[in-house]
């Protein structure tokens, strides 16, 4: 069309700086529905830049020990994940979006984890959870055992050397207490890295492992977890996952267990603390939870099983308490111990709705997940609690195209169309279930779509390379810190670093810093020395200048 135009321009004598250049994607032009007036100004960002400034210099080394620690891991909970769920708040909001900010991209402290297996470029969550709990890296696929594994090997599994203790042990072997709360499974890969040590991960009930396995004495994930250490201990246990402690009864309608032994792991449970002596409360709904919640006199042990499969998503959920309640109900409960505690989190079901290319979803689960770091900040004090915030890995998922701004996350790029003339989503994935390519060769128009236009919650994102589930994504994941020795946490480095660098604000390392043993002073920050801080340099390999 171009060259024609310049035919005509030199038949007609018509200037050529007149004809209309064809129009790039970088020339696109932007029409927002609005921009605030204040930030057209410079003297707006100048002014913002020097308050933060201000806040910066005002920031002073907080080197008490941590009592308590909580580690947040948002399942698949990618850099580009964060960016599309905090538009999408502000969104949900009536804002414009970009602005917005999920209340853990207040702390004080980032820094860059990198996330492969020894084994795997790109990651699964089972060997992220072994490194970010046991602070050991493994091969994919394989929960709790350190590199000399072979995935799917009782032998390996038995072997005592290759066992790989968790962050949770370690704060048991201090005497505090311990509890973690998920969105997915009690068995599922994640939490299984609080507790477990398999050489496959997928061994969740016995159903699922091999006969011969079992014969040489490897238990499966669920039996770890209420009959092992350090699982059998931990004073909060709540997310979904029932079937994998219950037996499989043919004779019941009801029954949704997979347990093939006719072990039924909960009443063992309760016969296990029992034995013990000690109170408990198992609880299957949230009109149950929150019963236990208002009592005047918790239990000991919470034992809480919300679905036979994962817990539903928060946008899907009846009757099943939202993983800011269960946060809520386990600070509760860990909170009475005078020692401290060490809680872990996980938002797992970010992870599955990516995995569906369920963009809405995992919007909405990651907005969610903020909701609880916040509930758990305002229940504790910085001065002596160590909350840190990451991910296990990344996704495929993207944000892209020249969009305006407050455009709808969720929606089509206003700016501009393919090469094909058809308009193309902001969000889309490398890899997944939907085609972005139709029978007929050609790119799918999504506003034909009706499932897109309603934005109904099973609309999945178009992907490039058709698979049967979206992959995850191997660049580093955001780990954000808030409380004692927070300032450990900037810099980029290796996911097994983080429980090392929790453990040694939490004092459950060989090597103490000057504080253990002390207390915060009453809210008021103890002054780290200039040895103390040159100390800490040789230790983590960190630069510091004076």
Not at 220 to 231: E, H, K, R
């Amino acid at each position: 069309m171009y060259t024609i135009l310049l035919i005509l321009a030199s038949v007609y004598a018509i200037p050529q700086d007149v004809v209309p250049k064809p129009k790039k994607i970088l020339d696109t032009v932007m029409t927002p529905a609005y921009i605030p007036a204040e930030e057209k100004h410079g003297s707006y960002w100048r002014k913002s830049a020097a308050s933060t400034i201000k806040e910066k210099l005002q920031e002073k080394p907080n080197i008490n020990q941590a009592k308590n620690g909580i580690l947040f891991i948002g399942d698949g909970m990618s850099l580009a994940t964060v960016m599309a769920a905090r538009t999408f708040s502000g969104q949900l909001d009536r804002g414009l979006g970009e602005e917005s900010i999920l209340n853990f991209e207040k702390f004080p402290v980032s820094g860059l984890a990198r996330t492969y297996c020894l084994d795997a470029q790109v990651p699964d969550s089972a060997c992220t959870a072994t490194s970010y709990l046991t602070g050991v890296k493994t091969k994919y696929g394989v929960i709790g055992l350190d590199g000399n594994v072979t995935r799917g090997s009782c032998n390996s599994q038995l072997h005592e050397p290759n066992r790989a203790p968790s962050i949770g042990q370690w704060a048991l072997d201090q005497g505090l207490d311990v509890g973690f709360v998920t969105t997915t499974r009690v068995t599922h890969a994640s939490p299984a890295g609080m507790y477990a040590h398999s050489s496959e991960r997928n061994w969740e009930s016995d159903a699922d492992v091999p006969t011969e396995c079992l014969t040489l004495g490897c238990r499966d994930i669920a039996y770890q977890l209420v009959m092992d250490s350090p699982g059998r201990h931990y004073k909060v246990i709540m997310g979904g996952g029932r079937r994998e402690l219950l037996p499989n009864l043919t004779s019941s309608t009801e029954n949704k267990g997979r347990r093939l032994d006719g072990l039924d792991l909960t009443e063992m449970w309760h016969v296990d603390k029992a034995q013990m002596n000690a109170t408990h409360q198992y609880v299957t709904d949230r009109r149950e939870l929150l019963k236990v919640f208002n009592s005047d006199d918790l239990p000991e042990y919470l034992l809480g099983l919300f679905r036979d499969d994962h817990m539903e998503y928060h946008l899907k959920a009846q009757n099943q308490p939202t993983l800011e309640e269960m946060v809520e109900v386990a600070i509760k409960m860990l909170s009475r111990s005078e020692k401290g505690y060490f809680l872990f989190v996980e938002g797992g079901r970010i992870d599955h709705a990516h995995h569906d290319s369920l963009a809405h979803l995992a919007l909405d689960e990651t907005v969610e997940y903020s909701k609880a770091v916040k509930k758990a900040r305002e229940l504790t004090n910085e001065e002596d609690t160590l909350i840190v915030v990451s991910a296990d890995h990344a996704h495929t998922m993207t944000v892209a195209g020249y969009p305006s701004r407050g455009n709808d996350i969720l929606g089509t790029v206003d700016t501009a169309t393919g090469l094909d003339g058809k308009p193309y989503t902001t969000i889309s994935y490398a890899n997944g279930k939907a085609h972005s390519i139709d029978e007929n060769g050609t790119r799918v128009d999504v506003t034909q779509d009706q499932n897109f236009t309603t934005r109904d919650l099973e609309y999945a994102y178009p992907s490039l390379v058709p698979l049967d589930s979206e992959t995850h994504g191997g660049e580093d994941v955001a780990v954000y810190a808030s409380g004692p020795w927070q300032h450990l946490f900037t810099a980029s480095y290796e996911q097994n670093l983080v429980p090392h660098l929790m453990a040694y604000a939490m004092c459950m390392t060989e090597d103490h810093h000057q504080n253990c043993g002390k207390n915060s002073n009453d809210g008021v920050h103890i002054q780290p020395s200039r040895t103390t801080l040159l100390g800490i340099s040789v230790i983590f390999g960190l630069r510091l200048y004076f």
